[in-house]
């Protein structure tokens, strides 16, 4: 927020400088004017792209919930959904020329992934961890990762053998008498 004592010119329009509030995603009251000075500005100053929030337009957004919603949050800035595509199978690519990196997820129509169902949702080499996020395989703590293999189990072998011996002296015995 501006002081209202000429701090406005280190801020954008929409920036509140006094009361103001937020109407249709209009910043309106004492908001600055983008050119240095603080007004009263009955009529407000449009925020788009970015949302009004708190009397003051965003500047800047952190997650798409900061911005429009005909946009999304790519890299700091709102971009236009409409237009977007994936380039490549991580990266998206805004019509402003905005290229996002979604890191370990894939991209898929005009978004990155944020969470993932199987491996093909991931790029490689991450795989899909228990609790649905894309991780390296060696950030997985034991016991995480989908396929794991059981500890090898030793057969007793002569303990095995010598119970056979058993059984056969058994039945053998068992055939001499019946003779």
Do not use: Q
């Amino acid at each position: 927020m501006s002081d209202g004592r000429g701090s406005c010119r280190k801020y954008p329009a929409g920036t509140s400088c006094g009361t103001s509030v937020c109407n249709l995603n209009r910043a309106s009251g004492r908001v600055c004017s983008g050119a240095g000075a603080c007004l009263d500005d009955a009529a407000g100053v449009e925020c788009a792209p970015y949302a009004c929030a708190n009397g003051s337009c965003k500047a800047a957004c952190e997650g798409d919930a900061d911005c429009v919603a005909t946009h999304r949050c790519a890299v700091g800035r709102c971009v236009a959904k409409e237009g977007a595509a994936c380039d490549g199978n991580h990266t998206v690519a805004s019509p402003e020329g905005i290229v996002e990196d979604c890191g370990l997820y894939r991209c898929e129509g005009a978004t990155c992934k944020t969470g993932c169902t199987r491996i093909d949702d991931c790029t490689s080499p991450a795989v899909c961890s228990f609790d649905h996020r894309c991780v390296l395989g060696e950030d997985l703590s034991p016991g995480e990762a989908g396929c794991s293999v059981g500890a090898r189990t030793r057969v007793p072998w002569g303990a095995l053998v010598l119970a056979c011996v058993a059984l056969g002296a058994r039945r053998r015995r068992a055939r001499g008498d019946a003779l």
